[in-house]
C-alpha cells in the first residue's frame, strides 16, 4: 500500500515499512510471498478508487487501518472499523499473514471498512 499522496499504478505492491516489518511465521503464502486483500467500504465510508491492493503478509492490521485513514483523508480523531468476513474485528496487531491463512478464499483476502460499527 502507499500513502494517499502517491497513488500507484493498478497492479503496483506496497512499499516496505521498515518501521513495522514483522516475519510471519506462516509457512503458506500466495505465490510471490504477498497477499491480494480486497478493501471494500461499508456504511458511510467513501469508496476507495482502488480496491485491491498486495500487501506484505507480515503487516500488522494496525497498518491497514492507518494506510486506510489516511487514503480516504480522515480526520485523526475519527474512528475506522475493519472487518473480516462481515463478522468481526481483527485486533490491530494481527498479521495479515495469518487472517490470509484463516479466512482468505479465491485468492484474496477481503476486509471491509467503516467509519462507525456494522458487524460484530
Known amino acids: 500500500m502507499a500513502d494517499a499522496a502517491e497513488e500507484p499504478a493498478e497492479g503496483a505492491t506496497a512499499p516496505s515499512d521498515s518501521n513495522n516489518t514483522t516475519p510471519s511465521a506462516s509457512p503458506s503464502r500466495s505465490k510471490l510471498g504477498k497477499v491480494d486483500v480486497l478493501l471494500k467500504a461499508a ?59 484463516c479466512f482468505g478464499s479465491d485468492g484474496k483476502l477481503v476486509l471491509h471498512y467503516c467509519k462507525s460499527q456494522a458487524w460484530g
Open 43 to 101: 456504511g458511510d465510508a467513501p469508496i476507495m478508487k482502488k480496491k485491491k491492493w498486495v500487501v506484505d503478509p507480515g503487516k500488522r492490521v494496525g497498518w491497514i487501518i492507518d494506510f486506510i485513514k489516511r487514503y480516504i483523508k480522515c480526520e485523526p480523531s475519527e474512528s475506522l472499523f475493519l472487518y473480516v468476513n462481515q463478522s468481526f474485528c481483527p485486533s490491530p496487531d494481527t498479521e495479515v499473514g495469518v487472517l490470509y491463512n
